[in-house]
Structure formats: structure tokens, C-alpha cells
């Protein structure tokens, strides 16, 4: 089992910045790849960024650019680096991981963060 908590989100005004915090705890061992989605009020969650334990990254078009997802293996935490945001990155963020346990790929996520986006 992988435990998420995620943290940072917050209300900044158009063109402003936040950084997303997400920690794991469990089986960190077996974790594959993390990322983020975002939910917006009526809408499907969205996938957002994404890294995999090579590092390897990638991002919705909607954020390429302007978002950057990091990681730091010591701390088994994920980062998400938002600059320039819009009002339509206001959404609830949840962190995500898959993890593998014997033959099974299986996701977990975070309770989400809410990231508002006003003046």
C-alpha cells in the first residue's frame, strides 16, 4: 500500500505562482511513477505531469511551459511547480502513484488540494 498527502495549494491571483508538495509513505519501494490530475467543478479529472523513478516527464499541453514536475527519491516526495497560472488551472489537485505489487499495477491518491486562481 502507498499513502499520498498532498500540500500547497491555495488561492494566488492570475500570473502568480505555487508550488504542490505531495509525500509518500508505504511502499514507497514499489512505486513506478507519480504525477498529478486536476479536477475542475463538472469536469473529469485530468491528468496534469507525471515522472517516472527514471525521471522521465511528462505534461498536459495545457500546462507545457509553465508547470514543472520534480521529485526529490530521499524525501519520497513529488513536486509541482506552477508559474503563470490561469484561472482555468483552478481545480482540486490530487497526487497519484502507481505502484506495483506482485503482478498488479495499481493506483493511489491523495485526498487533493484545492488551487484557486483570482483576482
Known amino acids: 500500500q502507498v499513502q499520498l498527502v498532498e500540500s500547497g495549494g491555495g488561492l494566488v491571483p492570475p500570473g502568480g505562482s505555487l508550488r504542490l508538495s505531495c509525500a509518500a509513505s508505504?511502499?514507497?519501494?514499489?512505486?513506478?511513477?507519480m504525477g498529478w490530475y486536476r479536477q475542475a467543478p463538472g469536469k473529469q479529472r485530468d491528468l496534469v505531469a507525471t515522472?517516472?523513478?527514471?525521471?522521465?516527464?511528462t505534461y498536459a499541453d495545457s500546462v507545457k511551459g509553465r508547470f514543472t514536475i520534480s521529485r526529490d527519491s530521499a524525501k519520497n516526495t513529488v513536486y509541482l511547480q506552477m508559474n503563470s497560472l490561469k484561472a482555468e488551472d483552478t481545480a482540486v489537485y490530487y497526487c497519484?502513484?502507481?505502484?506495483?505489487?506482485?503482478?498488479?499495477?495499481?493506483?493511489?491518491w491523495g485526498q487533493g488540494t484545492q488551487v484557486t486562481v483570482s483576482s
Open positions: 497519484n502513484a502507481y505502484y506495483q505489487t506482485g503482478f498488479r499495477r495499481l493506483p493511489a
Open positions: 515522472i517516472t523513478i527514471t525521471d522521465t516527464t
Open positions: 508505504g511502499s514507497v519501494f514499489s512505486i513506478i511513477t
